[in-house]
């Protein structure tokens, strides 16, 4: 049974660094059992850092991760993985030439005795279409399949916590519905899961807490309620159809609390959007969408919204 109150994950002041470049600097964070934890940050922000440290795939150059209530020292990824703790990467790491049936074979027999054939078959029907294609090579299933691959043979190791780089990057509307359906399964089931996504959408609907991550930092830890309601107006008229920068500095600037602008749209956020939608309403040539905060405007804001080159 989970115990909500167990710290199943500790990170105390991670650092890791490749050669001289520092990817992670410094990175606290607390997991506990049966949460849904998600880390986002732009490119590079050090997202896949931290989990590889976590699962043993690199050594920290500083700090400590601790699972279970232990100090994972210098123990390595297979380590672990007999512990619970298991990894599925952003590259997916199948093994492209074998089918998928081996794939599943081999990700059973490298990480426990015994008869595997009850769990195999748990895994096709957690997803049928590994089933229907189990013949096939893994190489040339397309992405999403490989994902539900990667995913499938994971959940073979019988992990308590899954750390899982970008798990719905590449999949269909219908696929990414799915895989975040298999994910409240598995959190009923007790297990815990700390994920990277870069989709907003998803870490709204699915996470308990979130962490912002940006340059190897936190910044920012919490709810996706929380987070918004801490940073954001509530009421956002996004306006587009003009010359954004010019409407950012002229006469609607006075009916909002703050404007950003992102390419071709000027981002007005406000406690109240009446004044500025009548505004509009007389502006012909602009068009404008009128919605509450959400959480990409929350990592916009923190992370910077333009596209930055230092990334
Ligand atoms: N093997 C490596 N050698 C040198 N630098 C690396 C290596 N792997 C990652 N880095 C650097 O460390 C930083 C963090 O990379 P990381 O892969 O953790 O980012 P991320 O947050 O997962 O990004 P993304 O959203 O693009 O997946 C980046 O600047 C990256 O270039
Ligand atoms: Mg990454």
Redesign the pocket.
């Known amino acids: 049974m989970t115990n909500p109150s167990n710290k199943l994950l500790e990170l105390r002041d991670l650092r ?1 660094a ?2 001289g ?1 520092q ?2 600097k410094g990175l606290n964070l607390e997991l506990r059992e049966g949460e849904l934890v998600s ?1 986002i ?12 440290a976590i699962c043993g795939l690199l050594q920290p150059q500083g700090g400590e991760v601790r699972y279970q209530g232990r100090a994972i020292g210098a123990q390595g990824p297979w380590d672990l993985v007999a512990q619970g703790l298991v990894m599925v990467p ?1 590259g997916r790491g199948i093994f492209a030439r074998m089918s998928i049936e081996e794939n599943l074979r081999m990700g059973a027999y490298l990480c426990r005795d015994g008869e595997v054939d009850a769990d195999i078959d748990a895994v096709y029907q957690r997803f049928p279409r590994l089933k229907e294609r189990h013949r096939q090579l893994a190489g040339t299933l397309s992405g999403g399949e490989q994902q539900m691959l990667a995913m499938g043979r994971a959940l073979l190791a019988r992990p308590k916590l899954l750390l899982l ?2 798990p719905t990057t590449g999949l269909d509307p219908q696929a990414r519905h799915l895989m975040w359906e298999r994910l409240q399964q598995l959190l009923q089931q007790g297990k815990s899961i700390l994920l ?1 996504t ?1 989709f907003m959408d998803e870490a709204e609907r699915l996470c308990d807490r979130l962490l912002v ?1 940006d340059h ?1 930092r936190k910044i920012a830890e919490g709810t996706p309620r929380e987070l918004i309601a801490a940073h954001l107006e509530p009421d956002v008229v996004e306006v587009y159809g003009g010359d954004a920068q010019a409407l950012s500095t002229g006469p609607l600037r006075a009916l909002a609390s703050r404007v950003e602008v992102s390419g071709e749209t000027a981002f007005f956020y406000t406690r109240d959007a009446a004044p500025l939608m009548q505004a509009l309403a007389h502006e012909h040539t602009l068009r404008s969408l009128h919605r509450p905060a959400n959480l990409e405007d929350l990592f916009l804001k923190l992370t910077g919204r333009q596209i930055r080159e230092d ?1």
């Open positions: 890791v490749y050669g470049i990817a992670v880390l940050g732009a490119n590079g922000a050090g997202k896949s850092t931290t989990l590889k952003e780089d970008e990277t870069h991550i190897g990334a």
